[in-house]
Each structure stands twice: as structure tokens, then as C-alpha cells.
């Protein structure tokens, strides 16, 4: 498959979390939402990783040798844990503000991760290569999502892992990303998703494939507002949910 040279990003996308970049480490600010997410997304990929390649997550340091990109990466959020359970770790956002700030927050503790202003594009043309890529929730604000998903999966290496997550696109889902996290709770501010880029679980599966990966998972991103926690589901992927795919 020929590199993908041009870029998926979208401008507006991108303005959006820039304005926002300061308060990625505040779990009271506007990121909220993802440090309430975070523990049940931690516990989906360290697994996913740990069963593909054979690791113990109960050692120490058990992604040792591992490389791992999180594209998207905010703040650092996921950044952060992938290092302390050994990883080596790079982390890109199109958002150069939220650069400086993972930057900051990885130093003060006392973290080694390669932070850089970038694109999965950029870096998939620059022949870079990894064991795992995290891309999650970032595919519902990329322009070209097929363009995208290629340029994720050049950047595996063969046998390498893929965990993607996303937003269903349904009433149900209009009715909470949108309306409930933006209008109601004001986790989010408005406009922050558009409703008509969410990705149904099958379209994602079929993109995926056509990108030149072999989906292998998927659950739900389940949030319970009794207990206000999230929890996974093989079941309930009508809103939040997340995928692995494995590069032949």
C-alpha cells in the first residue's frame, strides 16, 4: 500500500482543542469527561496488550521493549501510564498548544516521553514504525477517516496492534455526546462533536479493513450515572466504544 503523504487534519477540529489545551490535567475542567473515562480505557488496552504480546501485567515494567504511539495524545493522558508500565512512548497531537503542556506535566513526573507536533501522516511517510498504535477518539474529528485509518495502519509494524475508539452514531448518542455532555452537564463546549462524523461499530470495522487491518474486538463504553463510572461491555456499543485490529 503507497504512503499517504497528504494530511487528514482538520483545521477547525484542531482550533477547537487548542483553546482548551491548559486544562488537560484538571479532572474538574473541561476534560472531565476523558479523566472519568480514562480508568475503563486504561483497563481495555493494557489488557488488549498484555494477551497480544504475552506480558504480565502483575511485573514490573511489563510493555518493556514495546513501542507505543498515541496519536491524539492530549495532554498525556494515556501517555503517561503506557511509560510507567515500561513503554517507550511518543506522543503526537495536530494541536501544537497541547504539546508544551504534556511536555510540562511528563517532566514534572519524571516521565521520558517523546512529545512532537505532528501528524499519523507525516510521521507514516517518514517510514516511522511501531508495536501498538492508540487512536482514540480522534477518527470522528479527522476529515479523510479511510486516509486516516491507512496511515495508522502503515505505522504498525506486521503483527503490530491497533486500538481504536469512537462515538456510535445513533439517536442515543446524539441524545448523550452531544446534547447531554454539551448542553446539559457542560462537560464539553458546543460544538465540540459533530453528530454526523461518529462512526457506527460496523463502518469502522469495514474502514479498518480497507485500510489493511484485521478487526479482532470491540466493546461498549458503558457510563453509569447511579454510580457516575464507566464500565466496559461486550454488548452495549450504542454510544462510547472501542476496537482492536491486528496488522497481517
Excluded at 498484555?50 to 518493556?64: I, K, S, V, Y
Excluded at 516521553?113 to 514504525?129: L, Q, S
Excluded at 479511510?146 to 456510535?168: M, V
Excluded at 487491518?213 to 458503558?222: E, H, M, N, S
Aim: hydrophobic share 45%; net charge negative.
Amino acid at each position: 500500500m503507497g504512503k499517504v503523504m497528504s494530511s487528514t487534519v482538520d483545521s477547525a477540529e484542531i482550533a477547537k482543542f487548542e483553546a482548551m489545551a491548559a486544562e488537560w490535567w484538571d479532572p474538574d475542567g473541561k476534560f472531565k469527561p476523558l479523566h472519568m473515562l480514562n480508568p475503563c480505557r486504561l483497563d481495555y488496552i493494557t489488557t488488549q496488550i498484555a494477551g497480544e504480546f504475552d506480558r504480565n501485567l502483575t511485573m514490573a515494567a511489563p510493555f518493556a521493549g514495546l513501542r507505543i504511539l498515541d496519536i491524539g495524545c492530549g495532554g498525556g493522558l494515556l501517555c503517561e501510564p503506557m511509560a510507567r508500565l515500561g513503554a517507550k512512548v511518543v506522543g503526537v497531537d495536530a494541536a501544537e498548544r497541547n504539546i508544551p503542556v504534556a511536555r510540562t506535566h511528563a517532566a514534572q513526573s519524571g516521565l521520558e516521553i517523546d512529545y512532537r507536533h505532528d501528524t499519523a501522516e507525516a510521521m507514516a511517510a517518514a517510514g516511522e514504525e511501531f508495536d501498538i498504535v492508540l487512536n482514540m477518539e480522534v477518527v470522528e474529528h479527522v476529515a479523510d477517516p479511510l486516509a486516516y485509518l491507512t496511515a495508522c495502519q502503515q505505522l504498525l509494524r506486521s503483527g503490530g496492534l491497533h486500538i481504536c475508539s469512537t462515538i456510535n452514531r445513533n439517536p442515543k448518542s446524539f441524545a448523550m455526546a452531544i446534547v447531554g455532555a454539551e448542553y446539559v452537564m457542560r462537560w464539553l463546549p458546543r460544538g465540540t462533536h459533530e453528530w454526523k462524523k461518529f462512526i457506527t461499530p460496523d463502518e469502522l470495522y469495514a474502514l479498518m479493513e480497507q485500510a489493511g487491518l484485521t478487526p479482532v474486538d470491540r466493546k461498549g463504553f458503558v457510563f453509569n450515572p447511579v454510580s457516575w463510572s464507566w464500565r466496559l461491555s461486550d454488548r452495549d456499543l450504542s454510544v462510547n466504544y472501542v476496537t482492536a485490529a491486528l496488522k497481517p
